[in-house]
């Protein structure tokens, strides 16, 4: 039965659930980068048009270590067709969350007076009235925005797709973006496909814990009970120890550049101080932006708090690639933009508090049906034939 399936999908078109079968997925998710996924399918019909498959919603559930089912939807954007044996055929389909649609449509357009979320509020807005697919896709969640946001005299947007201009936007003001699901374990297979959450992020405090909160770290073999992480490497990576912005004042007629160059926090190394360094990332911005003569636009005073803004976006975003860790595990609900705190770690528990404590950015995941062995060596023939690459690991 469904229930008792490793993965299994549910289309929105109820003719393709009662012809396809899924039996291998590799994905991967990121924040600032939305989520993809290839998806093996195996089906008796040789003869299913593709066009079924594109734009069909659809939601992969995985069962877990405690039996509860881990979802993830989205969009299937490309559907192959794969070799078939008479008996058995291939369709190899993209499941995508619904932010790639932004790139099928470019633009050239200005907003006057606007900040950057009201613009975000405004494109969402478009884009729910005019495609259906994407209204019951994807809804915007701003609850993770806890700052307050310049307002802009003139932003435009070149010839650009929404897709680039929405996340330059959201770059420009150090916002993250996050796909989520409104609904990360379901009771069963035939729970309802409910669109994901684009979330806005400002602040790391909104970052949420995953429902286990805590991950073992531990050798994984078939007699465990519960999933864990089998590896954690650290990286470690020198950055510029020192950010210095300059941008052209016009409404002051000089030179801007907030309090200088700002040191980082970070130790990057314990041979040499970040002075001693001397790895600074200078830049020069565009001009300062000018109000209407008379005041009465409504546009934010622009000013040093910009820059010291933007150098604080910076310093932050060094710190980040400076140090990250890669893991490795058999956890099967882990979620993206989502943290947890390690446990039983031979180095990790010499610390405490936040130092236990890591934050999921990005995550490449494979799992699969098993298959009667027959059946499985068939199915690797095909996936050879269609000159697909067949993962083997996990």
């Known amino acids: ?10 289309f929105a078109n109820p003719s393709l659930n009662q012809q396809v079968f899924l039996q291998k997925i590799q994905g991967q998710h990121a924040i600032n980068q939305g989520m993809t996924a290839e998806l093996i399918c195996l089906s008796t019909n040789a003869h299913i048009p593709l066009k079924q498959f594109i734009g069909c919603q659809a939601a992969i ?17 490309e559907a192959v067709q794969g070799q078939s044996d008479g008996s058995l055929t291939l369709y190899k389909l993209k499941l995508q969350d619904a932010t790639a649609l932004w790139h099928k449509r470019r633009n050239s357009r200005v907003f006057m007076n606007k900040n950057v979320l009201d613009i975000v509020q405004t494109l969402f807005k478009e884009w729910q009235q005019r495609s259906p697919l994407f209204a019951s896709s994807l809804t915007l969640d701003l609850g993770g925005i806890k700052q307050d946001y310049d ?14 201009f929405i996340t330059r936007l959201l770059r420009s003001e150090g916002i993250n973006w996050l796909i989520d699901e409104t609904q990360l374990n379901v009771a069963n297979s035939n729970s309802p496909i409910q669109a994901q959450k684009l979330r806005l992020i400002d602040d790391n405090s909104q970052y949420q814990a995953l429902n286990r909160r805590t991950i073992r770290y531990h050798r994984s073999s078939a007699t465990e009970q519960y999933d864990s992480m089998t590896s954690l490497i650290a990286e470690r990576a020198l950055q510029p120890t020192a950010v210095h912005i300059q941008r052209w004042q016009a409404d002051a007629l000089e030179q801007e550049d907030g309090a200088g160059s700002v040191q980082s926090k970070h130790q990057h190394s314990q041979q040499h101080d970040n002075a001693s360094l001397g790895l600074e990332d200078a830049w020069h911005f565009t001009p300062a932006w000018m109000q209407d003569l008379n005041g009465e636009d409504g546009a934010t005073a622009s000013g040093n708090t910009q820059i010291e803004k933007l150098n604080q976006h910076l310093s932050h975003y060094h710190d980040a690639q400076a140090k990250q860790f890669i893991a490795s595990t058999t956890v099967r609900d882990t979620q993206v933009g989502y943290w947890f705190k390690l446990n039983e770690h031979p180095e990790i528990d010499q610390h405490s508090g936040a130092d236990q404590e890591f934050l999921i950015t990005a995550k490449s995941y494979y799992n699969q049906n098993n298959l009667p062995k027959d059946l ?7 996936i050879t034939q269609s000159q697909w690459q067949d993962h083997q690991n996990t």
């Open 1 to 10: 039965t469904a229930q008792k399936r490793a993965i299994h999908i549910q």
């Open 151 to 164: 307002i802009r005299p003139f932003v435009m947007q070149a010839n650009e797709s929404d897709y680039d």
């Open 61 to 77: 559930d995985q069962v877990t270590d405690t039996g509860t089912l881990f979802r993830t939807t989205g969009i299937i954007t």
């Open 376 to 382: 499985q060596q068939q199915v690797h023939q095909l």
